[in-house]
């Protein structure tokens, strides 16, 4: 949808403004999210070069966007190094 169209619409009907606020807010937030997955430590960009990326991280390297209850500075390596 042109800019043009949209803005023509919204002189036309104050009351669209919030809903195309906040569509592209949840676009944006949509598209920030898929970068961030595609950049995360379990996505293999390079196969030749490193194909198991998620090897090369440490014990204490948080995955989780969020971690409630888990303290990654605490936690120790278990398991044989590859």
């Known amino acids: 949808m042109p800019i043009r169209t949209v803005i023509t619409h919204a002189k036309k009907h104050p009351g669209l403004i919030p ?7 949840g676009m944006t937030g949509a598209s920030c ?7 995360g430590p379990h996505v ?3 196969r030749k070069n490193n194909p198991e990326p998620w090897n090369t991280y440490g014990p204490n390297y948080q995955y989780k966007l ?3 209850n888990t303290d990654y ?9 590859f």
Not at 19 to 25: A, E, S
Not at 33 to 39: M, N, P, Q, S
Not at 73 to 81: I, S, V
Request: no cysteine; net charge positive.
């Open 19 to 25: 809903q195309f606020f906040f569509l592209v807010l």
């Open 33 to 39: 999210y898929l970068i961030r997955l595609a950049k």
């Open 44 to 46: 293999s960009w390079n």
């Open 66 to 68: 969020v971690a409630v």
């Open 73 to 81: 500075k605490a936690l120790k390596k278990e398991g044989p190094d």
